[in-house]
């Protein structure tokens, strides 16, 4: 069966289980992950593992039987003689050996920027007529590849959730005790309060934006939006204006941090599937945060200008109850620097290391001829705690610290809270997990070659199938987390440098911005947004929707322009 109608059939039944059966998005991902992989034939899993490890070579030009092996990004086999020639198979065959080198001469040169370039001179043992599509491998990594399209699709499906769990379970277990503790202590309230006091009431809505985008890197937006909508009621019944206004800026800063900053699962699993630095993907996620949340910011002043939003009594709160917020006493929060530093401490310390790699990348740099000897310890360290799981937990454990000391909280209190993160957490790991098995088999179909087949190069292109394919899916299933997991295992394949012009983390940023529009019915954020707002529906879809459409337009524009001017690659 063709790859591209296995890959429409996997989507469809996510978005299908999701839509119309209301299917859980665990299921309805495990259930593609288990359809792809049984339409997908025996011969494209053993292709896409050689693939994978395939050797690349060129053929001399003096002498059409001698082959030219550039081993450079495997240093383990400058020294073997097991390289077959493979000839992919169809359907239910394996790859078939076609041929044998035998290697000549080694040749290790050091490059100027201090890495080791290794080629090696082969040629086959017997007799051979060279194909295109013929693939040359170590005799291991042939023996590999036929073990894994050997397997059941059962083994396959669960070896792909287990990959992904294994790098991302401790990641968002740890986002999920962080965000609750910030809740549990008062912390998230002290940073919002602080921010207001800092800019005001004119610069209210900057404060909105700021502390939704950073309130919403460890914590969902869904909860984020529960937390913040009060204080914009508060503040409505102080200033009698501008509700609209404030609406949409908790909405600007919180929805983009959710698809663009790692730890939150829809940016974590693109990190995890395009093989992404994680502190590369904060930086970028920063960036093009800080354009959206600016042009969001204008939208939500012009649009505030020609339409007054009512303050309505909702069903979780009445107007009784936001006097009792607006007379809360500060002194019963925790200081600022505490509670913003369980946020800000993992950022640090993964970009941080992220700026050392570049830094410390040449033993000619200026960084390295101050820190001289003593280079080496300090890139350890901060590979060690610049670690994304060490980073997090050393902020989980602050956040716990935080409920204990400055609240007071018992440990039967603390241990209900950590229980209550890790439950809801598992939940999203388990959705995680099997959006990476999804993507995993969507991956051994072989749509990378239908992929490598598209003949335009252009980042603009690319970026833009890229947007369009995560927000069509998006659109028509409503959770911006599956629409990335589901791109993601699409578009996989496009992420590596032989298909790319630019550094893949701009592949990344579309994809996350392609999962904002558009809001809907069908979202069950829009709905918590409409209904703890006090908006109708067709208020939402008013306000809300061509939102969500223009601020993604804006950080796409903003992806394209660095993958043109800036490619990083």
């Given at each position: 069966m063709d790859s591209l109608l296995i890959v429409l059939i996997g989507v469809a039944i996510v978005i299908g289980g999701v839509l119309l059966f209301r299917l859980h998005a665990f299921l309805a991902l495990t259930l593609a992950a288990l359809a792809v992989s049984v339409l997908t034939p025996r011969s494209s899993v053993d292709k896409f593992y050689l693939d994978k490890n395939k050797i690349k070579f060129v053929i001399s030009e003096e002498d059409s039987n001698t082959f030219q092996l550039n081993l450079s990004k495997r240093d383990d086999l400058h020294q073997s003689q097991n390289f077959l020639i493979m000839r992919p198979g169809s359907g239910w065959s394996l790859a078939e050996e076609v041929g044998e080198l035998k290697v000549s001469h080694f040749d290790r040169n050091i490059l100027a920027d201090g890495s080791t370039q290794t080629l090696a001179n082969a040629s086959p043992v017997d007799h051979y007529s060279?194909?295109?599509?013929?693939?040359?491998?170590?005799?291991?990594?042939?023996?590999?590849?036929?073990?894994?399209?050997?397997?059941?699709?059962?083994?396959?499906?669960?070896?792909?959730?287990?990959?992904?769990?294994?790098?991302?379970?401790?990641?968002?277990?740890?986002?999920s005790i962080i965000g609750k503790c910030l809740l549990d202590s008062g912390s998230a309230d002290r940073i919002i309060r602080s921010s207001l006091n800092v800019v005001g009431e004119k610069?209210?809505?900057?404060?909105?934006?700021?502390?939704?985008f950073l309130l919403a890197i460890p914590v969902f937006f869904d909860t984020v939006f529960y937390l913040m909508i009060p204080l914009a009621k508060a503040l409505r019944m102080r200033t009698g204006k501008?509700?609209?206004?404030?609406?949409?800026?908790?909405?600007?800063?919180?929805?983009?941090?959710?698809?663009?900053?790692p730890p939150t699962p829809g940016p974590l699993i693109v990190v995890e599937q395009f093989n992404l630095d994680i502190g590369t993907m904060i930086l970028g996620g920063c960036i093009v945060g800080l354009f959206t949340s600016t042009a969001g910011y204008f939208y939500a002043i012009t649009i505030n200008k020609f339409w007054v939003l009512?303050?309505?009594?909702?069903?979780?709160?009445?107007?009784?109850?936001?006097?009792?917020?607006?007379?809360?006493?500060e002194?019963?929060?925790?200081?600022?620097?505490?509670?913003?530093?369980?946020?800000?401490?993992?950022?640090?310390?993964?970009?941080?290391?992220?700026?050392?790699?570049?830094?410390?990348?040449?033993?000619?740099?200026?960084?390295?001829?101050?820190?001289?000897?003593?280079?080496?310890?300090?890139?350890?360290?901060?590979?060690?705690?610049?670690?994304?799981?060490?980073?997090?937990?050393?902020?989980?454990?602050?956040?716990?610290?935080?409920?204990?000391?400055?609240?007071?909280?018992?440990?039967?209190?603390?241990?209900?809270?950590?229980?209550?993160?890790?439950?809801?957490?598992?939940?999203?790991?388990?959705?995680?997990a099997?959006?990476?098995?999804?993507g995993g088999m969507l991956r051994e179909t072989g749509i990378a070659d239908y992929l490598s087949g598209m003949t335009s190069q252009e980042p603009f292109i690319i970026l833009l199938i890229a947007y369009g394919l995560t927000m069509a899916i998006r659109t028509a299933q409503g959770s911006s987390t599956v629409a990335m997991i589901t791109a993601a295992g699409i578009l996989s394949p496009m992420a590596t440098a032989e298909m790319l012009d630019f550094h893949p983390?701009?592949?990344?940023?579309?994809?996350?911005?392609?999962?904002?529009?558009?809001?809907?019915?069908?979202?069950?954020?829009?709905?918590?947004?409409?209904?703890?707002?006090?908006?109708?529906?067709?208020?939402?879809?008013?306000?809300?929707?061509?939102?969500?459409?223009?601020?993604?337009?804006?950080g796409l524009l903003v992806t394209i322009v660095g993958a043109m001017w800036l490619p990083l690659d």
């Open positions: 060279y194909q295109e599509s013929d693939i040359i491998v170590h005799a291991t990594d042939r023996a590999a590849a036929e073990k894994a399209a050997s397997k059941t699709v059962g083994e396959r499906v669960a070896e792909a959730f287990g990959s992904t769990c294994t790098k991302i379970a401790i990641l968002i277990a740890m986002a610069g209210a809505p900057i404060a909105f934006i700021f502390s939704g501008n509700y609209l206004l404030y609406v949409l800026t908790i909405i600007i800063g919180g929805t983009m941090a959710h698809s663009l900053v009512p303050l309505r009594e909702t069903p979780d709160m009445s107007l009784e109850d936001l006097k009792l917020i607006v007379a809360k006493d002194s019963e929060l925790p200081p600022l620097w505490i509670s913003l530093l369980p946020i800000i401490l993992p950022v640090v310390l993964i970009a941080g290391y992220t700026i050392l790699k570049i830094l410390l990348g040449s033993e000619d740099s200026f960084l390295s001829g101050i820190l001289g000897s003593s280079s080496d310890t300090v890139m350890y360290l901060a590979k060690t705690f610049g670690n994304k799981n060490i980073a997090l937990g050393i902020s989980a454990v602050i956040a716990m610290l935080t409920m204990v000391v400055y609240c007071k909280t018992t440990k039967k209190e603390l241990a209900k809270s950590v229980q209550t993160a890790l439950a809801s957490g598992g939940v999203v790991i388990l959705i995680t099997a959006g990476g098995a999804f983390v701009y592949l990344a940023l579309a994809v996350g911005c392609g999962s904002k529009p558009i809001a809907w019915m069908n979202d069950s954020g829009f709905w918590i947004m409409c209904k703890m707002s006090g908006m109708t529906e067709i208020e939402g879809l008013k306000a809300i929707t061509p939102m969500s459409l223009f601020i993604s337009v804006v």
